[in-house]
């Protein structure tokens, strides 16, 4: 197994994407990205790294910037949660560890969004400690090592980190660790193996049984499918939005007025009883926009904008605002609404 480890850091060595987190040790950055690249790809994360270490270039700068500035920054990587957890463990490590993250893995894994994956690889990749990381290429890599049966979730996690705590090098942690996800990603892929060219072939049962292409087994996602209803309301250069609220899908965003389409009712009756329900104003006209689709884990949704009239106009307060399409870019907002927006912006040309 000696020979496994070297073998698997010569390649990462040799083979390894020139990727911005990888020229630094600095645990904050590297915390930064681990957490951007969960479910995301690497070029779509490189750009949004580079912008967030501009504007946040250590935790202490992180936790004093408005919950509003740190979403803004993370809009349209998804799964929102991850910059609230961030932010949240930012303010933490500078009130309790003084600005210093903590390599003890007892205190890491109790702060906000430090599961088993982001702990260990924290600790692994900036700390050089002896901790395994399972992600969906490794988990990959792993079962088709092993041959392991049955779809790749982590329902197979506890057997794969027992399998790797028994490989782990003594030291060279972690270019062991990115190794094992840089082959997923480059050799072991999930589609069109690469297995010539894999340094780990030799011991691979799944490549010895010719069944690489059928481990782990696939299976089809059930995508639900979602009619919203969005009323664009404009008062001379404004637009009207609305704030998300602070807990669930996409808190604290902004967003036009709006909602779900309920059975057996038109788009339309859905514009003129959310606008009603949520902003307690009558649609007195709607005109039809240009839909927009968009996609998230397990639905997609199918925005319909209608550029409406009503009557009165609706109040204001901290989470009600007339926005100016210049100053939006101020307001973290979903990424099918940004879409709209660019439609609107369009139609200003």
């Known amino acids: 197994m000696q020979n496994f480890s070297r073998k698997l850091i010569t390649w990462f060595e040799k083979n390894k994407r020139d990727l911005p987190w990888r ?22 994360v490189i750009p949004y790294y580079e912008r967030w270490m501009q504007r946040f270039p250590d935790v202490q700068s992180l936790s004093k910037a408005r919950k509003t500035a740190v979403l803004r920054e993370w809009q349209g990587l998804g799964y929102y949660d991850r910059a ?3 932010h949240k463990a930012a303010k933490i490590i500078v009130q309790k560890f ?46 088709r090592l092993e041959a392991m049966q049955g779809v790749a979730r982590p329902e197979h996690d506890k057997t794969i980190h027992e399998l790797l705590r028994k490989i782990l090098p003594e030291k060279n942690m972690s270019s062991f660790n990115q190794g094992l996800m840089e082959l997923g990603a480059l050799i072991c892929r999930s589609h069109e193996t690469l297995c010539l060219q894999c340094p780990l072939r030799y011991c691979c049962a799944a ?18 499918e979602k009619q919203v209803a969005l ?10 939005m609305q704030q998300r609220p602070a807990q669930g899908l996409l808190a604290n965003f902004w967003e036009f007025p709006g909602g779900e389409r309920k059975k057996a009712e038109s788009l339309r009756q859905a514009l003129i009883r959310e606008v009603r329900e949520e902003i307690g104003v009558r ?8 839909a927009v689709k968009h996609f998230y884990t397990k639905f997609c949704v199918h925005l319909h904008p209608f550029a409406c009239t009503v ?39």
């Open 23 to 44: 020229k630094t040790k600095d645990p904050y950055k590297i915390w930064v990205s681990e957490i951007m690249l969960q479910q995301t790809t690497v070029q779509t």
């Open 84 to 86: 609230h957890n961030l």
């Open 98 to 143: 003084h600005g210093r993250i903590p390599e003890e893995k007892e205190v890491l894994c109790q702060l906000p969004g430090f599961g088993p994956y982001t702990t260990g690889a924290v600790l692994s990749i900036a700390f050089g400690q002896r901790e395994a990381i399972v992600d969906a290429n490794v988990r990959r890599v792993v079962m």
């Open 207 to 224: 490549y010895a049984k010719g069944v690489q292409e059928i481990i782990p087994q696939k299976t089809k996602k059930i995508i639900i």
């Open 231 to 240: 009323a664009i309301i404009q008062q001379k250069e404004k637009f009207f």
């Open 283 to 290: 649609v007195t006209a709607a005109r039809p926009m240009k």
């Open 311 to 349: 009557a009165p106009y609706p109040a204001t307060d901290a989470k009600h605002r007339w926005v100016s399409l210049a100053d939006i870019e101020k307001y973290p907002v979903p990424s099918g609404t940004v879409k709209i927006i660019e439609s609107l912006r369009k139609g200003r040309q």
